[in-house]
Antibody
């Protein structure tokens, strides 16, 4: 089955760190650019970061630049998001999303993992 | 960053209705626009990409149009399962990819 499964979310104090993982299966993970998108409670979608298939190109939203690091391990079919210096406003459901081949939007999403930053 | 503005933010409709949601980009994005549907507690689902191309498996009652700065998503005959929140997204110029604020479609 073609799917993405996120893990690693939880409750963390302000200033703390968390590492999210996204396990891919059912497709050739190494052929796709991947993204993290988040959604704060009751709010809309916010793109967080993207990484190209070979990790050559990496981009971040200004809101997380310098605090979050995206990476991938194509041998393990896995995507990661290392989140440091967490703030209350980082509280959200974090989704990993596959970028469709040939610039077709984000065609596959995981179910998301909830990150709560609170003291 | 390119700003995406959807209208309306929410509205009510009945099953069988034809509904249209609009999305406007703050600058031209050619046809690099996607539409997503999101139901409560679920991940977004890609409906349309390249402004008007239906994603595989999406019912034909969904259609998209537009290019440049103005785009529309139309649902020709609302079904009960279509009540959800819809988002547009530009992928012409990034970073950042930007989403519209969402349009919540509710049952009248």
């Amino acid at each position: 089955e073609v799917q993405l499964v996120e893990s690693g979310g939880g409750l963390v104090k302000p200033g703390g760190s968390l590492r999210l993982s996204c396990a891919a299966s059912g497709f050739t993970f190494s052929s796709y650019s991947m993204n993290w998108v988040r959604q704060a409670p009751g709010k809309g979608l916010e793109w967080v970061s993207s990484i190209s298939s070979s990790s050559s190109y990496i981009y971040y939203a200004d809101s997380v630049k310098g605090r979050f690091t995206i990476s991938r391990d194509n041998a393990k079919n896995s995507l990661y998001l290392q989140m440091n210096s967490l703030r209350a406003e980082d509280t959200a459901v974090y989704y990993c999303a596959r970028e469709g081949t040939g610039r077709r939007g984000f065609d596959l999403w995981g179910r998301g993992t909830l990150v709560t930053v609170s003291s | 960053a390119i700003r995406m503005t959807q209208s309306p933010s929410s509205f009510s409709a009945s099953t069988g209705d034809r509904v249209t949601i609009t999305c406007r980009a703050s600058q031209g994005i050619s046809s690099y626009l996607a539409w997503y549907q999101q139901k409560p507690g679920k991940a977004p689902k890609l409906l349309i990409y390249a402004a008007s191309t239906l994603q595989s498996g999406v019912p034909s009652r969904f259609s998209g149009s537009g290019s440049g700065t103005d785009f529309t998503l139309t649902i020709s005959c609302l079904q009960s399962e279509d009540f959800a929140t819809y988002y547009c997204q530009q992928y012409y110029s990034y970073p950042p990819y930007t989403f519209g604020q969402g349009t919540k479609l509710e049952i009248k």
